[in-house]
């Protein structure tokens, strides 16, 4: 091959002006950490050679099944797919969704030639069903290949990746869907003035989200692209969650208080990503994404595998119309002596997403069911999760959602003792809007997770609208404290509740702490949350509901 080293399917020119050569260098390294260093610097990534040699080795050590279709196999199976038709009429498999083939700097026969090798994979991967990001996988891939049978080898070592703890790339829609669910509660928690924007312009946010993988994989520029792809490749899923999540941090950075392009968000998210250019560089997209402090990688497997539970519970495993998220709060059966139709789906963009799809049930009322603590553990037991909201006298609106059923409380003998996980937050609303989350979302440098020998325990139940009654189907929480190395207890008094009080938040001060008449409150600083007290210290009360999460197909 010509220097510096393109194959016949890529255009020279674009190359040039794509990524800039400057000439091979050698890679010695052997360590993990060290090659996870190299790749997040771009060691190779201004070396066309050096990225090729590098993406054989990585891919060649992916751990795959038993039988994966190498090189011979492409050149047995190529002619008799493909027939005698030209490679630019060929159809795409019906897994990769209507997506468009990006051509990035391949040429007419690189693009060819990228159809050809999906339909070689469908071929011989019959069980995927919905993979939008292979040709975008495909096309990169190509441009580091010798031939198109090196090409489809590659991608078939990724796709048959038997490592259950490295993901790579999903492959059914139940995977593609959890994957945007999950997507979601990462926004909602780390870019939580984007998500604030997402809600208020769009109709639905969760088909914004969904949008996700798209933006990687077809709307970023070649350039941008391989430097994710490099990272990737060494340390997997996480890496696209983290530069995702940064593509919509320099979003609402650019876009905030500037009105939409367009009256639809989506489109106005891929323009941004498709010119990113004009923003900022791969190096500074890379650096924000890994400025981002994220869960442990155990820790989004759980909040995957619950929002994958969800959407079976649901029957949700093919692709198929959803009813806007948004809607969730229908204004003309949603009545609350507390908050307005509009607050309640203020609160409701806030809760996980595998409960975003469900419509509010009141459980308890104190103007129905009486000023009653106990009253109201009845009313309460059975459901989690649960949304708590408080008025006082003086107008004030404060609230948390509790992520666990209050039954727990049954299991401290008569004392008080505090559970919940993570996934528990207060907030305010009157008279402005706060929310406060666990302390450790945003302060990860107070722990650190536990071995992943704690963690796979089937003894802890996982989150659900309705308890199951099968042991085995219970799943280690998303966010469950006992994954964590936490200084003290005090950083995990997320809920308690006993005869005569009911406390939220624990460790130097109580986020809320109600009286067992539902008459008197107080509200502080706390460890657990590391809040401002939620209305005035001292409270009383007007009112006190307590919602469930109904699933609409159960009405």
């Not at 890679?27 to 996870?36: V, Y």
């Not at 669910?181 to 208020?200: I, P, R, S």
Request: charge should be neutral; proline fraction near 5%; include cysteine.
């Amino acid at each position: 091959m010509d220097s510096p080293g393109y194959n016949c399917f890529v255009d020279r020119d674009k190359m040039d002006i794509a990524i800039q050569d400057l000439g091979p260098k050698e890679l010695s390294c052997t360590e993990l950490q060290e090659l996870k260093q190299l790749a997040r610097q771009g060691y190779w990534a201004h070396s066309h050679a050096l990225r090729g040699k590098v993406y054989q080795r990585l891919i060649r050590d992916i751990p795959c099944r038993t039988v994966t279709p190498d090189a011979s196999v492409y050149s047995d199976i190529v002619g008799k797919i493909v027939g005698k038709h030209s490679s630019s009429s060929l159809p795409l498999p019906e897994f990769v969704d209507n997506t468009q083939v990006p051509s990035y700097c391949l040429n007419t026969r690189g693009e060819g030639a990228v159809r050809k090798i999906l339909l070689c994979i469908a071929n011989q991967f019959p069980d995927i069903s919905f993979c939008p990001a292979l040709p975008a996988v495909v096309a990169l891939l190509l441009h580091y290949s010798i031939d198109e049978a090196e090409c489809f080898e590659k991608a078939c070592r990724i796709l048959a990746c038997n490592d259950p703890s490295k993901k790579l790339i999903d492959q059914s829609f139940l995977a593609f869907e959890s994957s945007c669910m999950t997507f979601g509660d990462l926004v909602n928690k780390y870019c939580q003035a984007a998500h604030k924007l997402m809600v208020a312009v769009s109709e639905d946010v969760l088909q914004v989200y969904a949008d996700w993988q798209r933006w990687l994989f077809g709307e970023l520029p070649i350039n941008y692209f391989a430097r994710v792809f490099d990272v990737f490749l060494v340390e997997g899923y996480k890496v696209l969650y983290r530069v995702a999540l940064a593509i919509l941090k320099f979003f609402h950075k650019v876009r905030a208080g500037q009105p939409l392009e367009t009256d639809n968000v989506k489109q106005d998210i891929r323009a941004f990503v498709k010119d990113i250019a004009k923003t900022v560089s791969p190096e500074k997209l890379l650096e924000k994404a890994f400025a981002i402090r994220l869960f442990s990688r155990k820790e989004i497997q759980l909040l995957q595998m619950a929002n994958e539970k969800a959407l079976k519970q649901k029957g949700i495993t093919v692709k198929q119309k959803r009813q806007f998220v948004h809607l969730a709060v229908h204004a003309e059966n949603f009545h609350s002596e507390i908050v307005s139709v509009k607050e309640m789906r203020d609160i409701w963009s806030w809760i996980p997403e595998r409960f975003a799809l469900c419509q509010p049930l009141l459980l308890f009322s104190s103007l129905q069911h009486g000023y009653s603590l106990t009253r109201f553990f009845f009313q309460c037991e059975g459901h989690e999760p649960t949304l708590l909201l408080i008025k006082t006298t003086q107008k004030e609106v404060c609230g948390a959602y509790l992520s666990t059923d209050w039954s727990e409380r049954n299991k401290f003998g008569g004392k008080l003792g505090f559970f919940g996980t993570g996934e528990c937050f207060v907030f305010r609303l009157q008279p402005e809007v706060q929310r406060y989350e666990w302390v450790v979302i945003k302060h990860p440098e107070l722990t650190k997770p536990l071995s992943s020998e704690t963690t796979t325990s089937s003894s802890l139940r996982c989150h659900s609208m309705s308890l199951p009654s099968d042991p085995s189907d219970r799943l280690s929480p998303f966010l469950a404290t006992r994954h964590f190395n936490l200084p003290s207890k005090t950083e995990s008094m997320f809920m308690a509740g006993g005869n005569d009080c009911l406390i939220i938040g624990g460790g130097g001060g109580q986020a809320l702490y109600i009286d067992g008449d539902l008459n008197r409150g107080r509200t502080g600083h706390c460890d657990t949350f590391n809040n401002q007290p939620l209305c005035s210290e001292n409270f009383l009360i007007a009112a006190v509901e307590a919602w469930g999460f109904q699933d609409p197909d159960t009405q």
